[in-house]
């Protein structure tokens, strides 16, 4: 039987600091666009204006000052130009990083080492400009400036490479968006040798309902109106974890959640799919929501 399935890796264990330092990091960039904008604005405007400037004051200067004064404007411009598309790029690059670190999910682990190789580069340009703020002897805001700038992109390149090594695969999951083809469904009575199994609820918001599980097939469990056993609690993810029946007669549950998966009262490890026997009971996220496999 073939899936269907866009390859993905989640958190292992809390996505919390990654989503409070990517909001953070998204404000700053946000505020920076705006300074920078309205900067670009006024040395746009100023680079306009010189040539009328130099032309007010050129019978005051020779020919040839007059003449490097024109040609300087053009300079000016250029100069003006290219900077502020260095600066947008970092910007762009501080947005991507920003949504990355948001994210539940990370579609390439690689993403994440190569905005953090990023931001170790510009955390080394700003100990270089932070040294030569040093040597030159500039004022002490702009030391500081410099000192916070570089410190602030060592922690969030650190911060990417956590990520990235707390990323693990998503095996067995499917988003409510992917395209999904269970193929044949057994049937239990012309197929005897798959059974059908049941998934019950003990107690929770599924407590006193009951499913049928066919065997090869994979079920969704969470909030998620896309799940096939939906289980509306706050402490339930959208897609809390995914339960397949075997055909030797057990179980394969992978957790997908923030609160955690527990059978028979032992933790699953997040992203990892897990085989386990049948007649245990499924927790999710904590005791009020219990399922029993049968």
């Given amino acids: 039987m073939e899936r269907k399935m866009k390859e993905k890796y989640q958190i292992n264990g809390s996505n919390t600091l990654f989503k409070v330092w990517g909001i953070i990091l998204l404000v700053f960039t946000a505020l920076g666009g705006i300074v920078v904008l309205w900067v670009m604005i006024m040395a746009l405007v100023g680079s306009a204006m010189l040539p009328s400037l130099v032309d007010d004051y050129s019978p005051f200067m020779d020919s040839y000052s007059s003449t490097m004064m024109a040609s300087a404007s053009g300079y000016v411009m250029v100069i003006i130009i290219i900077f502020f598309l260095i600066v947008a790029a970092m910007l762009a690059v501080a947005t991507m990083a920003g949504i990355l670190l948001i994210r539940d999910y990370v579609k390439a682990k690689e993403t994440l080492i190569v905005y953090a190789i990023l931001y170790f580069v510009g955390a080394l340009l700003s100990g270089i400009a932070f040294v030569s703020s040093i ?56 197929d005897p040798i798959f059974p059908v199994g049941v998934i019950e609820g003990q107690f929770g918001a599924y407590q ?76 999710l996220g904590e005791p009020d929501n219990v399922l029993q496999l049968k």
């Avoid at 805001?141 to 695969?169: E, F, Q, Y």
């Avoid at 397949?244 to 057990?250: E, Q, S, T």
């Avoid at 955690?260 to 933790?267: A, E, Q, R």
């Fill in 135 to 190: 040597i030159v002897g500039a004022w002490a805001v702009w030391i500081l400036v410099w000192l916070i700038a570089m410190l602030w992109r060592i922690a969030t390149g650190v911060i990417l490479l956590i990520k990235h090594r707390r990323s693990v695969p998503v095996i067995g999951t499917i988003s409510a968006q992917d395209d999904f083809d269970p193929g044949p469904v057994p049937d239990p009575i012309l």
């Fill in 208 to 283: 006193g309902r009951r499913s049928e599980l066919y065997t090869g097939k994979l079920y969704k469990i969470g909030r998620e109106s896309g799940c096939e056993i939906q289980v509306n609690h706050p402490k339930v993810s959208r897609i809390h974890c995914t339960v397949c029946k075997l055909p030797n007669g057990r179980y394969q549950i992978t957790d997908c959640s923030s609160n955690g998966t527990f059978y028979d009262n032992i933790k699953l490890q997040k992203g990892i799919a897990t085989e386990v026997n049948s007649g245990g009971l499924l927790v």
